[in-house]
DNA sequence: GCGCCCTCATTGCACCTGCAACGAGGACAG
DNA sequence: CTGTCCTCGTTGCAGGTGCAATGAGGGCGC
């Protein structure tokens, strides 16, 4: 009676080795950007769409990241209230719509960013030269599992 | 002097996609696991490691499953607690090394993972269906990463 | 205008987490 | 045996997190 268990190989678990490689991968630039900026990885997601002005203007509420990053409204929220107080960014009030809290970069949060997007850059190709030939294979099965599974049931 | 930044996109960047793919992934089983039967992830990574007699003996210390999981030993450690609080896992002093703590199921804690174990199965063969051909050489791919990556600096 | 229901963002709460510090125990040289 | 240094596991603390509740505001029918 002590082996009615099936055998289960967790390390060919799918989201297993999926949370151990998001984990092993953010663990070097996370550590560089706490250490070297202050920046943990919520607000660094903030920061990076905040950079690039997507839509016309160069201010983005609360809900537009969340919708665009898999990220908790009330993680944004907790996020930008910490870059705010490190005055990397502004909250103002939307002049249209008083609900909405439009987020801008101040210039402080631009010279940041200058240095922080290149560290990026680097560190994605130093990835994709690890992948080598895997690499496009590789992104296309993750663009599979990104696309089919739903975030918001 | 609005635009020095260099164009950076979220969505390609590897370790973010990672991050996101980890989450879904993770978290249709998580809720089941959570809502049926009260059990979170460290706790069931702890209990997949009890669940498999990889040495001679059926039994774990703690600095094992550190080992082998990529969990940190106080994560391991508070979730045993809490595993033995609700009266899955049993914890007893090595009688050869009186520092390591062996963990060892109870009966309950086989009945739980003779219900858990096939669930996980399950959804592993739905995640395989989902990335059909491109399967092979998306392990692959993560293969690559996780061995490449350390996990101690 | 008024009531109703919706959306946006924040916050209170309980819990989880990482990290450093700790105590207990083992290994080993002298 | 004693002292020193190591390992194992737990815990205190400060801070992050998810979730539900909240308050402010908008949209719309009447």
Do not use: M, T, V, Y
């Given at each position: 009676m002590t082996r009615p268990l099936p055998d289960f190989d967790l390390s060919g678990f799918t989201p297993y080795r999926l949370a151990v490689a998001a984990e092993k991968t953010s663990e070097a630039l996370a550590r560089q950007y706490r250490e070297?900026?202050?920046?943990?990885i919520p607000e660094w997601r903030v920061l990076v769409h905040l950079a690039q002005?997507?839509?016309?203007?160069g201010t983005v509420s609360v809900r537009d990241i969340e919708a665009r990053v898999a990220m908790e409204k009330s993680k944004v929220s907790r996020a930008a209230s910490r870059l705010e107080t490190a005055g990397y960014i502004e909250k103002a009030a939307d002049?249209?719509?008083?609900r909405l809290v439009r987020l801008a970069l101040t210039d402080k949060g631009q010279a940041l960013m200058a240095e922080l997007l290149p560290l990026a850059r680097a560190y994605q190709e130093e990835l994709e030269r690890r992948l080598g030939d895997t690499l496009a294979d590789f992104e296309a099965g993750l663009d599979r599992l990104l696309d089919t599974l739903p975030h918001d049931p």
């Open positions: 070297r900026f202050g920046i943990s002005p997507l839509d016309g203007r002049a249209g719509d008083r």
